[in-house]
């Protein structure tokens, strides 16, 4: 089994609340490259160094850089930072994506739908579940 690289764009990367789904992931030979700021993905665009096989991404998180309307005043900045990533000319653009967010929104289970992205809410799935959804989609 190639040995994934996953890029996760999460406020709450480094809380306990996401240990679980991470050491999953990790158990399953993913490597997990930790963003919990907007910043650190723009660097990762900008740069272009790192090889991503997906990027995992929470809706409501801090602004950073970003536009303050553009992200809702935070609560749609995973979806400025999506934007983002598929506008660049970055090496990252067809990277499938992966949002995993307490928000339960019909217009962000439609934006994903419609942008053929993967939506799990971390509120519906344990983290193994998680994991599985992960695995398979990066099939």
């Known amino acids: 089994m190639n040995r994934k690289n996953i890029l996760w764009v999460d406020d709450d990367i480094n809380k306990f609340a996401l240990m679980a789904a991470r050491d999953e992931l990790e158990s399953r030979g993913c490597k997990i490259i930790k963003a ?6 723009l660097k990762v665009l900008r740069e272009q160094i790192l090889q991503i096989d997906c990027i995992i991404i929470d809706i409501s998180m ?3 850089e970003l536009d303050m309307e553009e992200t809702n005043f935070g ?3 995973g979806f400025a930072l999506i934007r983002k990533i598929r506008e ?3 090496i990252y ?3 499938p994506i992966i949002v995993y967010t307490v928000i339960g929104d019909d217009d962000v289970r439609q934006y994903c ?3 053929n992205i993967l939506y799990l809410n971390k509120s519906s799935v344990s983290s193994k579940e998680f994991a599985d959804f992960v695995m398979d989609y990066l099939k």
């Open 75 to 77: 609560m749609r900045t």
């Open 88 to 90: 660049s000319d970055s």
């Open 36 to 41: 919990p700021r907007p910043e650190n993905l």
């Open 62 to 64: 801090p602004t950073g």
């Open 93 to 95: 653009k067809d990277t």
């Open 113 to 115: 739908k419609d942008n």
